[in-house]
């Protein structure tokens, strides 16, 4: 889910579009695993010490030039309107069901260069403003109605009565008297430095605000801001568009806490005739619970104080990408017929824990830069770097799985493998319904980004990060149905005796079909093993018993 970057003007900015003048804005392996994760964790630890979300803090940030005017963007989120009446209260329970953005110890600080140029008699020697508006009244600021492209008034727009020179022209909406907002913060004198007057601006009706403080004098080039913004909602300080994922990653910790107990009840029931294979499936719903309830626990954190958890965060992170790498590796082994048409890997063992490792690293990568910031989008640029990367290792995993499970149906075919082949022909369907929503999908968010470019529809923003995890859950779900512990193991448990699976068939096959179907089942028993010899089998449970396998042969 994208939402984090720079509080300030040098990450993404969402820019608004004042005509064609403003605002743009917008548009071995487990120790391998083991050191790639402590070089991240020290990274982040050391480079984010402080991890902000709706507190968007500024530190010695400039002004962008545009047009006539000088902005700097301090934030943007979707906010709902307060559920009751405002007062300037200071107990905490007054907050309950406030909305507001506060400026706590904002500070602009000016050239020597320019404060020099100004007289000591003077009482307002430079003006900074901060404005507040939402998406709908992007219009309302600079003269796009004055048909000008000007953003600061000039003398002839002052002479026309519609502003004050020196201030940014701003039109008020009639049907909210409320918005846009303006503050305006004036030096003094020969000071370098003023401070903006500590204030809480509260919201009165639901939208997606924008934050911007700009000044019109040129000699104020230069300027510098430092500070911090607190945004808050009626229920909390998450953003409007996070506040539904932490009731649905709510919801999804019961679903796999469910699921958990219909697996653990299954595994108990039929504990002894358990295959490998159901090891790893246990794993992976046991990752699942612990990201969903890691991810719940972060975001219900950061309603309560404000900022990110980031101890949490890291953790829910990891499970995320730790989860993610192991349940596609789950879903490429048991393509390739695990614990079915193979007891081992074989010599693909390497190439499988080497796409794994690769995985685990880019999408680890990914998660911590997305979630350990503010909540503006990063760089379009950044996000690509590292995007790319987990979208390639996904087309490989694809490539990979249904590659495999075109070989696996084929062997299944020549054995006659009644039962097992319809189980991974059920397999394969799910998987390919599972492609296909996924294309679908991302056709759609693409449309989605690409049609909101200002986050207008921000209300609705939840829904696409909630549609993969839920998505990972039917899957998983689809397995535990598929490869559910039962009295009867053989039917999709992989035989060691070379006529595998035709305990099932002789009642079927005669005559010569018998023989012929035998032989060639022997022939791919045995290519089978000998591919397996010299294989990890501590990794994915094999055994080590080629030499008098080959003699029962």
Not at 118 to 131: D, F, R
Not at 233 to 254: A, Q, W
Request: glycine share 8%; net charge neutral.
């Amino acid at each position: 889910m994208p939402m984090t970057g720079d509080g300030g003007g040098g990450g993404v900015s969402l820019w608004f579009r004042f005509r064609p003048s403003l605002l743009d804005l917008h548009s071995n392996g487990c120790c391998n695993v083991f050191t790639i994760f402590v070089i991240l964790y020290l990274t982040c630890s050391t480079s984010m010490t402080h991890v902000h979300a709706s507190i968007h803090a500024y530190e010695n940030e400039t002004f962008i030039h545009r047009s006539n005017s000088f902005f700097f963007h301090g934030g943007s989120e979707g906010l709902y309107a307060s559920r009751v009446p405002s007062f300037n209260d200071t107990e905490e329970n007054s907050l309950n069901g406030k909305s507001f953005i506060r400026f706590e110890s904002i500070t602009f600080r000016r050239t020597k260069k320019s404060a020099e140029n100004k007289n000591t008699m003077q009482q307002k020697t430079g003006l900074v403003e901060a404005i507040i508006v939402k998406v709908k009244d992007r219009n309302n600021i600079g003269g796009a109605y004055l048909n000008s492209d000007a953003i600061c008034c000039t003398p002839e727009h002052a002479d026309s009565g519609s502003c004050k020179v020196g201030e940014v022209i701003i039109r008020q909406n009639l049907d909210d008297p409320g918005g846009p907002k303006r503050i305006q913060t004036f030096f003094e004198g020969k000071n370098e430095e003023t401070k903006m007057v500590l204030q809480t601006v509260d919201i009165s009706s639901t939208g997606m605000y924008y934050l911007y403080f700009m000044f019109c004098d040129p000699e104020l080039k230069d300027t510098t801001i430092s500070g911090r913004t607190v945004w808050r909602n009626p229920d909390g300080y998450l953003p409007g568009k996070m506040m539904p994922l932490m009731t649905f990653y709510g919801l999804m910790s019961l679903a796999y806490l469910f699921l958990g107990l219909f697996w653990f009840l299954r595994f108990v029931q039929y504990w002894k005739d358990i295959i490998q294979l159901h090891y790893h499936i246990t794993a992976v719903i046991g990752l699942g619970m612990c990201e969903m309830a890691l991810w719940y626990f972060e975001y219900s954190n950061f309603n309560s104080t404000g900022s990110r958890p980031m101890a949490i965060t890291l953790w829910a992170v990891t499970f995320t990408a730790v989860k993610k790498t192991v349940s596609r590796l789950l879903i490429l082994v048991v393509s390739m017929g695990y614990g079915v048409v193979r007891p081992t890997l074989g010599g693909i063992t390497t190439r499988v824990y080497f796409l794994g490792v690769a995985y685990f690293v880019a999408s680890e990568a990914l998660e911590l830069v997305e979630h350990l910031g503010n909540i503006n989008d990063f760089s379009g640029k950044a996000r690509l770097f590292l995007v790319l990367p987990v979208a390639l290792l996904d087309a490989s995993f694809i490539l990979w799985t249904f590659s495999s499970l075109s070989k696996t149906l084929e062997k299944l075919q020549i054995r006659k493998s009644v039962a097992k082949l319809e189980l991974y022909r059920k397999f394969t369907n799910s998987l390919a319904v599972t492609v296909l929503l996924s294309v679908l999908w991302i056709g759609y968010e693409l449309y989605f980004n690409a049609s909101d470019p200002l986050s207008e529809l921000w209300r609705r923003a939840w829904i696409i990060p909630a549609f993969w995890t839920l998505l990972a859950y039917v899957i998983l779900l689809v397995i535990c149905i598929l490869w559910a512990p039962s009295q009867n193991p053989t039917r999709y448990a992989y035989s060691e005796e070379t006529g595998d699976d035709f305990d099932e068939e002789v009642v079927k096959l005669t005559g010569s079909g018998i023989k012929v179907t035998g032989d060639m089942s022997i022939m791919l028993e045995r290519k089978d093993r000998k591919a397996s010899v010299g294989a990890d089998h501590h990794v994915f449970g094999g055994h080590g018993e080629d030499k008098e396998e080959d003699k029962r042969e």
